[in-house]
């Protein structure tokens, strides 16, 4: 039982979803079997792990059915495949109270059975009051559903000719069907991109030429205008057509559902950071104050938490802008932000990386001494950070230990990705090289010594997939 379907789904639950789907199998509204309950007290005291000798077969069965009860595999089976479906619904019951859209929806389709007039018009308002607060996709559709029902009451109601219910749901049809085509285009040419799908863009192009020469009032909708600019932008990569799409984004991000928005700021940052690496420094900025909107207005934050990834790569921009009374600021505030699980290790490993770019390599020496990392990435990153610090400071003999114990660490650990493990062997291997050629700098003749310098720029130049490559290049040139 311990590897059932139905422990592998009660595992990916939160304490509180654990806690809520106790009290849901608790009401007699969805449950009426005592054994069913004992049961989900049993699973209940077993979370989070799982791993209690109570969920063995058979002392689920004495459990639940008495020890005097011959063991009936049967029914254990059945009593499961009861839970799984109970837990199916509890999921369903909490995903349908977090859209209210949804549940407006579905009690305007009851009271329209119904033929309850002034019920529904006063939760028909509702819903369009909350959709027309946003411009996401959803937001469009439930307005589309709530006109058509309101044209089918009114005309059982025989009150046809008193609304335009019809026209309006046709209207937010046309924003719903356009808006989702245009988001699901923009994704697929995303994916083109990255990993090559094949994607047709010959419907959306003509959707594209089409909307230039449609009604303003659909067109200049927010929902339809940054989707426009969005696809434009990933088709044809005009950079005015990134500004227009900065500009609508500045004046309507916060009208978006978070996960919405959070998408539609993730193809302009993808498309600043293409910038980047094309060399056109500004966009170096222009990411930055992008990052600072989605701070400033919460779309970043899940649940008021804020993913460590995030967490690092906010740091590693300011950084690169010379932030450094920013960053540090940064670092503090969102600190208790971060999951626990992590909190610890991304700010200290961040921290250490604002000390080294302010080169107080002791102090981030001394910070990176006092932590024992648990997630490899950051256990790799924290290497490197170490290794360039031995480096700056000239403790070579610190050095050298560090590279065979970084090294040991990249070929023994299976949790390393090909890709980290090789990118990382590459740094301790340059870094190397630049260790000795740095002592070899006043012991060989200098024609000798240049050569070899030249030697290991065009190798380093030509080398792929280096971790800390610009670092590297930066202390070549010192040299």
């Known amino acids: 039982?311990?590897?059932?379907?139905?422990?592998?789904?009660?595992?990916?639950?939160?304490?509180?979803?654990?806690?809520?789907?106790?009290?849901?199998?608790?009401?007699?509204?969805?449950?009426?079997?005592?054994?069913?309950?004992?049961?989900?007290?049993?699973?209940?005291?077993?979370?989070?792990?799982?791993?209690?000798?109570?969920?063995?077969?058979?002392?689920?069965?004495?459990?639940?059915?008495?020890?005097?009860?011959?063991?009936?595999?049967?029914?254990?089976?059945?009593?499961?495949?009861?839970?799984?479906?109970?837990?199916?619904?509890?999921?369903?019951?909490?995903?349908?109270?977090?859209?209210?859209?949804?549940?407006?929806?579905?009690?305007?389709?009851?009271?329209?059975?119904?033929?309850?007039?002034?019920?529904?018009?006063?939760?028909?308002?509702?819903?369009?009051?909350?959709?027309?607060?946003?411009?996401?996709?959803?937001?469009?559709?439930?307005?589309?559903?709530?006109?058509?029902?309101?044209?089918?009451?009114?005309?059982?109601?025989?009150?046809?000719?008193?609304?335009?219910?019809?026209?309006?749901?046709?209207?937010?049809?046309?924003?719903?069907?356009?808006?989702?085509?245009?988001?699901?285009?923009?994704?697929?040419?995303?994916?083109?991109?990255?990993?090559?799908?094949?994607?047709?863009?010959?419907?959306?192009?003509?959707?594209?030429?089409?909307?230039?020469?449609?009604?303003?009032?659909?067109?200049?909708?927010?929902?339809?205008?940054?989707?426009?600019?969005?696809?434009?932008?990933?088709?044809?990569?005009?950079?005015?057509?990134?500004?227009?799409?900065?500009?609508?984004?500045?004046?309507?991000?916060?009208?978006?559902?978070?996960?919405?928005?959070?998408?539609?700021?993730a193809y302009a940052q993808n498309y600043c950071i293409k910038r980047i690496n094309e060399g056109k420094q500004p966009y170096l900025e222009e990411l930055f104050r992008l990052y600072q909107q989605l701070l400033d207005t919460g779309i970043l934050l899940e649940e008021g938490m804020l993913a460590h990834e995030h967490y690092k790569n906010i740091t590693t921009v300011a950084l690169r802008l010379s932030r450094f009374e920013w960053v540090q600021t940064f670092l503090a505030q969102y600190k208790s932000r971060l999951h626990p699980d992590v909190q610890e290790n991304a700010w200290t490993y961040n921290q250490s990386v604002l000390y080294f770019e302010q080169k107080q390599y002791r102090e981030a020496l001394k910070l990176l001494q006092q932590v024992v990392f648990t997630d490899i990435y950051y256990h790799l990153s924290a290497k490197s950070i170490l290794l360039k610090v031995y480096y700056e400071l000239q403790e070579d003999e610190s050095l050298e230990y560090l590279i065979h114990a970084f090294r040991a660490l990249l070929r023994r650990n299976q949790q390393i990705s090909g890709f980290h493990t090789a990118s990382h062997l590459n740094l301790i291997r340059f870094t190397v090289h630049l260790m000795r050629l740095r002592e070899q700098k006043n012991k060989r003749k200098p024609a000798e010594w240049e050569a070899r310098r030249d030697e290991l720029s065009a190798r380093l130049m030509a080398a792929k997939g280096v971790s800390n490559a610009d670092w590297l290049r930066k202390k070549l040139a010192a040299l």
């Open 1 to 265: 039982m311990h590897n059932s379907r139905l422990i592998l789904l009660l595992k990916s639950l939160s304490p509180g979803e654990m806690r809520q789907f106790l009290l849901f199998v608790e009401s007699p509204v969805v449950n009426q079997q005592p054994r069913l309950l004992k049961f989900a007290q049993l699973l209940h005291r077993a979370y989070p792990g799982f791993s209690d000798p109570l969920l063995e077969k058979t002392s689920v069965h004495a459990w639940v059915y008495g020890e005097d009860t011959p063991f009936q595999a049967q029914a254990l089976y059945d009593l499961s495949a009861q839970m799984l479906r109970l837990l199916e619904q509890f999921l369903a019951y909490e995903q349908f109270k977090s859209e209210p859209g949804a549940t407006d929806l579905s009690l305007l389709r009851a009271l329209s059975s119904h033929s309850a007039g002034a019920h529904f018009d006063r939760v028909y308002q509702r819903l369009l009051d909350t959709s027309m607060a946003g411009y996401d996709t959803h937001a469009a559709y439930y307005r589309f559903q709530a006109h058509q029902l309101a044209d089918t009451l009114t005309s059982r109601l025989q009150n046809r000719g008193q609304h335009d219910h019809l026209a309006r749901a046709a209207d937010h049809l046309d924003m719903f069907y356009i808006a989702s085509r245009l988001r699901i285009s923009c994704e697929l040419l995303n994916r083109h991109y990255i990993i090559k799908t094949g994607f047709d863009t010959g419907p959306t192009d003509a959707l594209i030429v089409w909307l230039a020469s449609a009604d303003p009032a659909l067109v200049n909708t927010p929902l339809i205008a940054i989707y426009v600019q969005v696809y434009r932008m990933l088709r044809w990569q005009e950079e005015s057509v990134y500004q227009h799409l900065a500009q609508l984004l500045d004046a309507h991000a916060t009208a978006f559902s978070r996960q919405e928005a959070y998408s539609l700021f």
